[in-house]
């Protein structure tokens, strides 16, 4: 079973930028999903991007597309989120998914706050 830990988070004004970190137990990347998602405070769970097969292809969701980027380093086991030109509207707590592609695993990390404020 993956085990993910997210960090990152924090406090950023309007118009600023926060990278998110998500670090895997080793495995192979292309045998997952990998996918960040975000839950606001009385709002549910919601799917901000993903990244996925060989190639490493990314899907955005409408609301972060233009400012948020998705990409991985093999390497280093890690997942990240670049968010740019961060609105109110973004504050959540992020979480980090890894989905099996030839399996059954499904993991979350715990997540990471981050708050968009003036």
């Known amino acids: 079973q993956v085990q993910l830990v997210e960090s990152g988070g924090g406090l950023v004004q309007p118009g600023g930028s926060l990278r998110l970190s998500c670090a895997a137990s080793?495995?192979?990347?292309?045998?997952?999903?990998m996918s960040w998602h975000r839950q606001a405070p009385g709002k549910e769970r919601g799917l901000v991007a993903t990244?996925?097969?060989?190639?490493?292809?990314?899907k955005y969701a409408d609301a972060v597309k233009g400012r948020f980027t998705i990409s991985r380093d093999i390497a280093k086991n890690t997942v990240y989120l670049q968010m740019n030109n961060l609105k109110p509207e973004d504050t959540a707590v992020y979480y980090c998914?890894?989905?099996?592609?030839?399996?059954?695993?499904?993991?979350w990390g715990q997540g990471t706050q981050v708050t968009v404020s003036s």
């Open positions: 998914n890894a989905r099996g592609i030839w399996t059954s695993a499904d993991s």
């Open positions: 080793e495995f192979t990347f292309s045998s997952y999903v």
């Open positions: 990244l996925a097969g060989p190639g490493g292809s990314t």
